[in-house]
């Protein structure tokens, strides 16, 4: 299984990015799909996830509101949609997948991760 995470880069705070997953090596749709963040000197943690399905979602309290998971399974590709991002969204992203088909956001659910991509967002 990989997955290739795309999409970081440089943003003005109040604006917006998307990022792209794509994965390979598996039944995508089965799988839950997860975006975690980790910051310079921080812990990672779980910012979105996204059921096998599609039909359910959960966000981190912090980007609840900001940030849109969605999955298009024809393309085996899972997005985080990024809306008014502040500075502390700063980090390193990475998608992962799990071995089950729920919402999880602990990452030991998480058994596949992408190699991850920055976002950097300036004030």
């Known amino acids: 299984v990989q997955l290739q995470a795309s999409g970081g880069g440089l943003v003005q705070a109040g604006g917006s990015l998307r990022l792209s997953c794509a994965a390979s090596g598996r039944t995508f749709s089965r799988y839950g799909m997860g975006w975690f963040r980790q910051a310079p000197g921080k812990e990672r943690e779980f910012v979105a996830g996204?059921?096998?399905?599609?039909?359910?979602?959960d966000y981190a309290d912090s980007v609840k509101g900001r940030f849109t998971i969605s999955r298009d399974s024809a393309k085996n590709t899972v997005y985080l949609q990024m809306n008014s991002v502040k500075p502390e969204d700063t980090a390193v992203y990475y998608c992962?997948?799990?071995?089950?088909?729920?919402?999880?956001?602990?990452?030991?659910?998480?058994?596949?991760w992408g190699q991850g991509t920055l976002v950097t967002v300036s004030s």
């Open positions: 996204i059921s096998g399905s599609g039909t359910g979602t």
């Open positions: 992962s997948t799990s071995d089950y088909s729920g919402l999880y956001s602990r990452p030991i659910y998480y058994r596949y």
